[in-house]
């Protein structure tokens, strides 16, 4: 057992953090959830993406370095260390890539992965209805068979980040005969700026356009847009569904990095005495070293060839709570200047975590809330017997 | 990197389970609880001939260590099985004497610590208790008092424990062993060697508590179901499993940090597993508690040894707030 990098994996940190230093601008973009946000990082996807820095994991011929998981939790690392941007591709990234790599077809592969990994294309995610939230299987947008394809109608929302998205992917009803939930279902690629597609943003809880609703009106999509095999959409999201929760979607460098700053700010300037408070840092620290640690492991284990199911639950409960919990306790150590938002020109030095908190609330909502996570850690790892939900 | 114990560390832990499992350890507790400590002896030598003792004692005294990996594996077994004794200090006092380099004190005690033929005790009051474990049911206590190291063979009246396994009093008088800066280093050393496996210690019990009580909410059955199928159970039991999950790296990376140099950097590893532990195991001896209801407050139920266990554990060689404190540390 160790806890050792080797050699090529130190050099391979150290080009990271020197790319990092000259690249990552000196003054941060504005919030991704804006249209201006939106182009800058798209930009800035642009900038990773010419110098292979975008998706590290991915074989060379898609634009990634064949990285072992390893290396992309040092790029991670250094990466929130930096204080670099958000991803604005992280939905296409860690959702529709991973189903494709294990699902999609090499033609499918070829034409969406380069464009991805570039910031060229943009994707938002199309799961939630209005009736359907964590009971995703009840999802009632049809796919209707058609010349050369099918024909998508219905509504999603919730969707993040379409109001400026490319394009999306998601799951509708091709076979409403089935008479199971979990039957019948297509997994589709479609274009916002399709014809019978309207898009609607949606304020979110901080008030910036983030969300969107999706309202599509016999929207043509050709069958090469098909992920997997039409009816088969549901055990095709959900062999990726691990990803969003667990590993991929929050690697632990985002979280190493905040405890630092919130070690930082509690250094610089809290109360010694308040030792309430002293507890409340101590326990981010530990939690944020935590969740590295086990993911170490949970890497550890991938490399040594087995696979990680209903253990994500575990992942996605840890650090939604651990995420809140470093934005609670920085705003306590801030005190009145908590509430600034980014956009207050008296913001903290270290950074808005007005903003942060906001977002880190919404952390045991989307990918699965933590209830439903709950109910399957209990069910499928501790054996509990399903009850009503 | 490869953070994982090995097959051979895995089938160390099987081996221990499987034969603690077939020693009646409950049975122990109550006679050590009750002042006999022969079934607990009995046990102690078990232990002794699976190597455990000698993990804590370098090889020129008969052991096999210092391998605090193996130990922190060993201490989660023994939690696991709620075993009693001054198994954290007895460790801890092979630590100390390994470090202080005192070859006469080191000859005359680790060997017989790693053939499990001395139990020993261990009191630091600047880190810990002013009180010894089980001073009555051992062959000698060290005491830390400042820069002396003290071999006491005596102590006051038992203090009873909320824990009944637990005895405790306090050392009196003793013979000078040692004398020196070299003294508070090597007790800072076993101090951070007991914080360690008490961690794994406690891991193990909360283990213990979760698997009980999962066992239990399966056949329980209220209200014509089991109540295992109850939202509220299952998430009270899914949080314990989460807190234990995310506290085992931590035990794994502290034992790993102790086979390097000392320094603030072990420290506050050691210290941030200790507290992820200590609370983990708290919280599970409060959910084993909750879920099984009044049959868990009886203590004919084996279960209250594991309790019981949960709360000192979570104060000894370390209380939460001193290791909070530790973890910020620059």
Same mark, same amino acid.
């Given at each position: 057992?160790? *806890?050792?990098?080797?050699?090529?994996?130190?050099?391979?940190?150290?080009?990271?953090?020197?790319?990092?230093?000259?690249?990552?601008?000196? &003054?941060?973009?504005?919030?991704?959830?804006?249209?201006?946000?939106?182009?800058?990082?798209?930009? !800035?996807?642009? =900038?990773?993406?010419?110098?292979?820095?975008?998706?590290?994991?991915?074989?060379?011929?898609?634009?990634?370095?064949?990285?072992?998981?390893?290396?992309?939790?040092?790029?991670?690392?250094?990466?929130?260390?930096?204080?670099?941007?958000?991803?604005?591709?992280?939905?296409?990234?860690?959702?529709?890539?991973?189903?494709?790599?294990?699902?999609?077809?090499?033609?499918?592969?070829?034409?969406?992965?380069?464009? $991805?990994?570039?910031?060229?294309?943009? !994707?938002?995610?199309?799961?939630?209805?209005?009736?359907?939230?964590?009971?995703?299987?009840?999802?009632?947008?049809?796919?209707?068979?058609?010349?050369?394809?099918?024909?998508?109608?219905?509504?999603?929302?919730?969707?993040?980040?379409?109001?400026?998205?490319?394009?999306?992917?998601?799951?509708?009803?091709?076979?409403?005969?089935?008479?199971?939930?979990?039957?019948?279902?297509?997994?589709?690629?479609?274009?916002?700026?399709?014809?019978?597609?309207?898009?609607?943003?949606?304020?979110?809880?901080?008030?910036?356009?983030?969300?969107?609703?999706?309202?599509?009106?016999?929207?043509?999509?050709?069958?090469?847009?098909?992920?997997?095999?039409?009816?088969?959409?549901?055990?095709?999201?959900?062999?990726?569904?691990?990803?969003?929760?667990? *590993?991929?979607?929050?690697?632990?460098?985002?979280?190493?990095?905040?405890?630092?700053?919130?070690?930082?700010?509690?250094?610089?300037?809290?109360?010694?005495?308040?030792?309430?408070?002293?507890?409340?840092?101590?326990?981010?620290?530990?939690?944020?070293?935590?969740?590295?640690?086990?993911?170490?492991?949970?890497?550890?284990?991938?490399?040594?060839?087995?696979?990680?199911?209903?253990?994500?639950?575990?992942?996605?409960?840890? !650090?939604?709570?651990?995420?809140?919990?470093?934005?609670?306790? %920085?705003?306590?150590?801030?005190?009145?200047?908590?509430?600034?938002?980014?956009?207050?020109?008296?913001?903290?030095?270290?950074?808005?975590? #007005?903003?942060?908190?906001?977002?880190?609330?919404?952390? @045991?909502?989307?990918?699965?809330?933590?209830?439903?996570?709950?109910?399957?850690?209990?069910?499928?790892?501790?054996?509990?017997?399903?009850?009503?939900? | $990197?490869?953070?994982?114990?090995?097959?051979?560390?895995?089938?160390?832990?099987?081996?221990?389970?499987? $034969?603690?499992? /077939?020693?009646?350890?409950?049975?122990?507790?109550?006679?050590?609880?009750?002042?006999?400590?022969?079934?607990?002896?009995?046990?102690?030598?078990?232990?002794?001939?699976?190597?455990?003792?000698?993990?804590?004692?370098?090889?020129?005294?008969?052991? *096999?260590?210092?391998?605090?990996?193996?130990?922190?594996?060993?201490?989660?077994?023994?939690?696991?099985?709620?075993?009693?004794? +001054?198994? &954290?200090?007895?460790?801890?006092?092979? %630590?100390?004497?390994?470090?202080?380099?005192?070859?006469?004190?080191?000859?005359?005690?680790?060997?017989?610590?790693?053939?499990?033929? /001395?139990?020993?005790?261990?009191?630091?009051?600047?880190?810990?208790?002013?009180?010894?474990?089980? @001073?009555? #049911? =051992?062959?000698?206590?060290?005491?830390?008092?400042?820069?002396?190291?003290?071999?006491?063979?005596?102590?006051?009246?038992?203090?009873?424990?909320?824990? +009944?396994?637990?005895?405790?009093?306090?050392?009196?008088?003793?013979?000078?062993?040692?004398?020196?800066?070299?003294?508070?280093?090597?007790?800072?050393?076993?101090?951070?060697?007991?914080?360690? &496996?008490?961690?794994?210690?406690?891991?193990?019990?909360?283990?213990?508590?979760?698997?009980?009580?999962?066992?239990?909410?399966?056949?329980?059955?209220?209200?014509?179901?089991?109540?295992?199928?109850?939202?509220?159970?299952?998430?009270?039991?899914?949080?314990?499993?989460?807190?234990?999950?995310?506290?085992?790296?931590?035990?794994?990376?502290?034992?790993?940090?102790?086979?390097?140099?000392?320094?603030?950097?072990?420290?506050?590893?050691?210290?941030?597993?200790?507290?992820?532990?200590?609370?983990?195991?708290?919280?599970?001896?409060?959910?084993?508690?909750?879920?099984?209801?009044? &049959?868990?407050?009886?203590?004919?139920?084996?279960?209250?040894?594991?309790?019981?266990?949960?709360?000192?554990?979570?104060? /000894?060689?370390?209380? @939460? /707030?001193?290791?909070?404190?530790?973890?910020?540390? +620059?």
């Amino acid at each position: 057992m160790d *806890l050792d990098f080797t050699a090529a994996e130190d050099a391979f940190r150290a080009e990271a953090r020197a790319w990092l230093t000259a690249h990552v601008p000196a &003054v941060p973009l504005p919030s991704l959830e804006t249209a201006e946000g939106f182009a800058a990082h798209r930009e !800035w996807e642009r =900038t990773l993406f010419a110098d292979r820095w975008s998706v590290v994991s991915w074989p060379e011929e898609y634009g990634g370095r064949s990285a072992p998981i390893l290396r992309w939790l040092i790029f991670e690392e250094e990466y929130y260390a930096a204080g670099a941007p958000g991803r604005v591709s992280q939905n296409g990234i860690n959702l529709l890539a991973p189903t494709l790599f294990e699902h999609g077809t090499d033609e499918q592969r070829a034409r969406v992965l380069p464009s $991805m990994a570039s910031g060229e294309v943009i !994707w938002a995610q199309a799961w939630s209805e209005p009736e359907s939230g964590s009971d995703l299987a009840s999802l009632r947008s049809t796919a209707v068979r058609t010349d050369g394809g099918w024909l998508l109608s219905g509504q999603k929302t919730w969707s993040s980040r379409a109001a400026f998205a490319d394009r999306a992917f998601g799951l509708f009803r091709s076979d409403p005969e089935t008479g199971r939930p979990h039957q019948g279902l297509t997994y589709l690629m479609f274009p916002l700026d399709a014809a019978g597609v309207t898009v609607r943003p949606i304020g979110r809880l901080d008030g910036k356009p983030a969300f969107a609703e999706l309202f599509l009106d016999e929207v043509f999509v050709p069958d090469e847009d098909v992920i997997g095999a039409p009816g088969q959409g549901w055990r095709v999201a959900m062999s990726t569904a691990g990803n969003e929760r667990g *590993l991929t979607l929050r690697s632990p460098g985002r979280f190493t990095a905040a405890a630092e700053r919130l070690t930082g700010l509690w250094r610089d300037g809290a109360d010694p005495s308040d030792t309430a408070l002293r507890d409340r840092v101590a326990d981010a620290v530990v939690a944020a070293r935590a969740y590295r640690l086990f993911t170490y492991a949970n890497a550890s284990r991938i490399a040594a060839g087995e696979s990680i199911g209903a253990e994500s639950s575990l992942n996605k409960v840890f !650090w939604s709570e651990l995420d809140i919990a470093l934005h609670e306790t %920085a705003l306590d150590v801030l005190g009145p200047y908590g509430e600034l938002s980014d956009e207050a020109t008296e913001a903290p030095a270290h950074g808005s975590w #007005a903003e942060g908190h906001t977002f880190s609330l919404a952390g @045991p909502i989307y990918a699965g809330t933590n209830e439903i996570q709950r109910d399957i850690i209990a069910e499928r790892l501790l054996g509990l017997p399903k009850g009503r939900r | $990197m490869r953070f994982l114990l090995d097959d051979e560390q895995r089938e160390f832990a099987r081996s221990l389970d499987a $034969m603690l499992t /077939a020693s009646d350890t409950p049975g122990a507790v109550r006679a050590w609880a009750a002042g006999d400590t022969t079934p607990g002896r009995a046990l102690w030598s078990r232990l002794a001939e699976a190597g455990v003792f000698a993990l804590a004692v370098p090889e020129p005294y008969d052991g *096999l260590g210092p391998l605090p990996v193996e130990l922190a594996v060993a201490f989660t077994e023994l939690g696991r099985h709620a075993v009693p004794g +001054p198994l &954290v200090e007895t460790v801890a006092a092979a %630590a100390l004497l390994d470090r202080l380099g005192d070859q006469d004190a080191a000859a005359a005690w680790l060997p017989r610590i790693a053939a499990g033929k /001395a139990v020993v005790s261990l009191c630091v009051p600047a880190v810990g208790s002013p009180y010894a474990l089980d @001073p009555d #049911a =051992t062959d000698a206590v060290l005491v830390v008092a400042g820069d002396t190291l003290l071999l006491t063979e005596e102590s006051g009246p038992v203090q009873p424990s909320a824990d +009944p396994a637990r005895r405790l009093a306090r050392p009196l008088g003793g013979t000078v062993l040692a004398r020196g800066p070299e003294v508070a280093a090597a007790a800072a050393h076993a101090a951070d060697v007991a914080a360690l &496996v008490t961690a794994a210690q406690a891991l193990g019990l909360g283990r213990a508590l979760l698997d009980r009580t999962v066992a239990y909410v399966k056949q329980r059955t209220q209200f014509g179901v089991a109540i295992g199928s109850f939202q509220a159970v299952k998430h009270r039991l899914a949080d314990t499993l989460i807190a234990l999950e995310f506290a085992q790296p931590l035990l794994h990376s502290a034992a790993l940090a102790l086979t390097g140099p000392d320094g603030p950097s072990a420290g506050r590893e050691i210290a941030a597993a200790k507290v992820a532990a200590g609370d983990a195991a708290y919280a599970a001896a409060r959910a084993a508690l909750q879920l099984h209801g009044a &049959v868990g407050y009886t203590d004919e139920l084996d279960l209250s040894l594991w309790i019981r266990k949960a709360r000192p554990l979570r104060e /000894a060689w370390g209380t @939460p /707030a001193a290791c909070r404190a530790r973890v910020l540390t +620059p």
